[in-house]
């Protein structure tokens, strides 16, 4: 179990670029969710896939963001346009769908810093 | 909806025992959790509680749960220096994806 991954571990952009974010998860858990944690502040969900299919997303995911999951492994997370108010760091968990109780397992995370 | 609420700092001498609150509002959530945050990391998932349970122990972890009041507590005995971060409550969706909402966190500061 090497742990879910993510990449990269920070990331600095000035406002208006596009950035792309990585996830991979535990490679036997379907489940994928992304957060988001601004500083002082507990994780919010942003949006859950099973597979490769997106199931929920939050009314925090604008337009601006996009997330994919093509073969329902590794994940990535699409931000256009960024604006400061996207600076945060943005976590990645798995979990396993198939068993009873199956806690989320979360990466180290990737810190934006939008300029 | 779901909202969770934590106290937002601890401290407590080496040795001692940290206790560590957070109140839930879904009485229908199944799972809760504790997870810590040591600076610029992930959260690692400390220990978890099924809603039909009261206690739990695992080694120097215990976990209490009220039901009725919808009250969860951490308790860290013989609290360590290594113990200082940031501990999170959670609770589960019942929705059935299992996505977990998080409380603000309590910061634990362990004096030597």
């Known amino acids: 179990d090497t742990g879910v991954s993510q990449n990269p571990r920070h990331k600095i952009t000035k406002r208006g670029q596009n950035v792309t974010f990585r996830c991979d998860p535990i490679?036997?858990?379907?489940?994928l969710y992304w957060y988001r944690q601004t500083l002082g502040q507990g994780p919010e969900f942003l949006t859950y896939?099973?597979?490769?299919?997106?199931?929920?997303k939050s009314r925090l995911l604008s337009d601006r963001f996009s997330a994919e999951r093509p073969k329902g492994s590794f994940s990535t997370l699409e931000i256009q346009r960024t604006e400061q108010g996207d600076s945060a760091m943005y976590l990645c968990?798995?979990?396993?769908?198939?068993?009873?109780?199956?806690?989320?397992?979360f990466g180290n995370g990737t810190r934006l810093t939008v300029t | 909806g779901e909202d969770v609420e934590q106290s937002l700092f601890l401290s407590v001498r080496e040795g001692d025992s940290s206790v560590i609150n957070c109140t839930y509002t879904?009485?229908?959530?199944?799972?809760l959790y504790w997870y810590k945050q040591e600076p610029g990391a992930g959260l690692q998932l400390l220990t978890y509680?099924?809603?039909?349970?009261d206690m739990k122990q695992d080694q120097r972890l215990t976990v209490l749960l009220n039901k009725k009041d919808k009250h969860l507590s951490l308790r860290i005995a013989d609290t360590q220096t290594g113990d200082s971060a940031i501990y999170f409550c959670?609770?589960?969706?019942?929705?059935?994806?299992?996505?977990?909402?998080f409380g603000t966190g309590t910061k634990l500061q362990v004096i030597p």
């Open positions: 968990a798995s979990s396993a769908r198939d068993r009873a109780n199956s806690p989320l397992h």
């Open positions: 490679s036997e858990h379907n489940r």
């Open positions: 896939f099973q597979n490769e299919a997106q199931l929920e």
């Open positions: 879904d009485s229908s959530s199944t799972y």
């Open positions: 509680i099924f809603s039909n349970m």
């Open positions: 959670a609770e589960t969706d019942p929705g059935g994806y299992q996505k977990v909402t």
